[in-house]
Nanobody, 126 residues
Framework: QVQLLERGGGLVQAGGSLRISCAAS????????MGWFRQAPGKEREFVAA????????YYSDSVKGRFTIFRDNAKNTVYLHMNSLKPEDTAVYYC???????????????????WGQGTQVTVSS
């Protein structure tokens, strides 16, 4: 069992930056690929970014590529999402998720993730 706790959401102006984090419980964090997803009101949950268990591979959705960076610190059992050049359309609840596996290609599908955090709200004002 893995428990995930997101922190760092808030209100930011368009063009600003924000970093959110996700702390995982347990001793096997380094065995999980980690992903960030988001869900805006009335919309389906969508993939944002993912990172392999060893941190060497990352994937991003086209909508955030070049603006967001995912990284992890396995010694701290924490994954981060640093968001630059934020836009109003980035407003959503952001969820981190864990997918068991040591593969080099972290999954991007919602159904591939085993554990989810409770989410943190990110609001970008125009």
């Amino acid at each position: 069992q893995v428990q995930l706790l997101e922190r760092g959401g808030g209100l930011v102006q368009a063009g600003g930056s924000l970093r959110i984090s996700c702390a995982a419980s347990g001793r096997t964090f380094s065995s999980y690929a980690m992903g960030w997803f988001r869900q805006a009101p009335g919309k389906e949950r969508e993939f944002v970014a993912a990172i392999s268990s060893n941190g060497r591979s990352t994937y991003y959705s086209d909508s955030v590529k070049g603006r967001f960076t995912i990284f992890r610190d396995n010694a701290k059992n924490t994954v981060y999402l640093h968001m630059n050049s934020l836009k109003p359309e980035d407003t959503a609840v952001y969820y981190c998720a864990a997918s068991y596996g040591l593969g080099s290609s972290p999954p991007t599908g919602v159904g591939r993730y085993d554990y989810w955090g409770q989410g943190t709200q990110v609001t970008v004002s125009s």
